[in-house]
């Protein structure tokens, strides 16, 4: 859910349509740009759904506050069948270099 609205000054959300039914393979670490991104735009209180594989990042903000911040709650959702005793759960790797 977003607080503030995005915009080019402040950040936005850069997804690759469609990236969620392919292999990560290929998967620029930093998410340079890729043919077919798309920018995604929110106005303050808009909530945003996409599927966890879908390759995303937030782009840069090009401005220092007030008109540079981007302030949102994030959380997730998980469903499928419960882990039986002694399953592996693979750890959460977070592909975005920092």
Same mark, same amino acid.
């Given at each position: ?18 990236? +969620? ?8 670490? #930093?998410? *340079?740009?890729? !043919? &077919?991104? @798309? ?11 996409? +599927? ?8 840069? #903000?090009? *401005?220092?506050? !007030? &008109?540079? @911040?981007?302030?949102?709650l994030r959380g997730s959702w998980h469903t ?19």
């Amino acid at each position: 859910m977003h607080i503030d609205g995005t915009s080019p000054a402040n950040g936005f959300l850069r997804v690759l349509p469609g990236s +969620h039914k392919m292999s990560t393979d290929g998967m620029p670490e #930093a998410f *340079e740009k890729v !043919p &077919g991104e @798309v920018a995604l735009y929110c106005d303050a209180g808009d909530v945003l759904l996409h +599927h966890c594989d879908l390759w995303h990042a937030a782009a840069r #903000a090009t *401005e220092d506050p !007030p &008109g540079g @911040v981007r302030r949102h709650l994030r959380g997730s959702w998980h469903t499928g069948p419960q882990p039986a005793p002694g399953d592996v759960i693979e750890p959460f790797n977070k592909n975005a270099a920092r």
